[in-house]
């Protein structure tokens, strides 16, 4: 079983920057595929950024891409998101999930494809 734990989610001012972690337990975190997702008010919990096992492959999706950028350190089990020129929109609570598909999987944009799931962090960006 492998837990996850979202931190770094605020309020800050559209233009800012915020910088999400993920910390998970369990020995096989670098196996696995990385994402983070996000659910904004009255919305469905869509998918924001994913990263492979060795981070050599990225995916993003285009609302985010050029601000935000997705990263993971396997030595500390941690998967990152830094977001720049934050937005209203981008207004949600951002969830860590893992793909434990193994190391030839890519990465997806499909939530069904993620086994774990970390219980969110809010971000909110204020006009």
């Known amino acids: 079983q492998v837990q996850l734990v979202e931190s770094g989610g605020g309020l800050v001012q559209a233009g800012g920057s915020l910088r999400l972690s993920c910390a998970a337990s369990g020995r096989t975190f670098s196996s696995y595929t990385m994402g983070w997702f996000r659910q904004g008010p009255g919305k469905e919990r869509e998918f924001a950024a994913a990263i492979s096992w060795n981070g050599g492959s990225t995916l993003y999706a285009d609302s985010v891409k050029g601000r935000f950028t997705i990263s993971r350190d396997n030595a500390k089990k941690t998967v990152y998101l830094e977001m720049n020129s934050l937005k209203p929109e981008d207004t949600a609570v951002y969830y860590c999930?893992?793909?434990?598909?193994?190391?030839?999987?890519?990465?997806?944009?499909?939530?069904?494809?993620?086994?774990?799931w970390g219980q969110g962090t809010q971000v909110t960006v204020s006009s």
């Open positions: 999930a893992a793909d434990r598909s193994g190391f030839n999987a890519r990465p997806t944009m499909t939530r069904g494809r993620y086994d774990y």
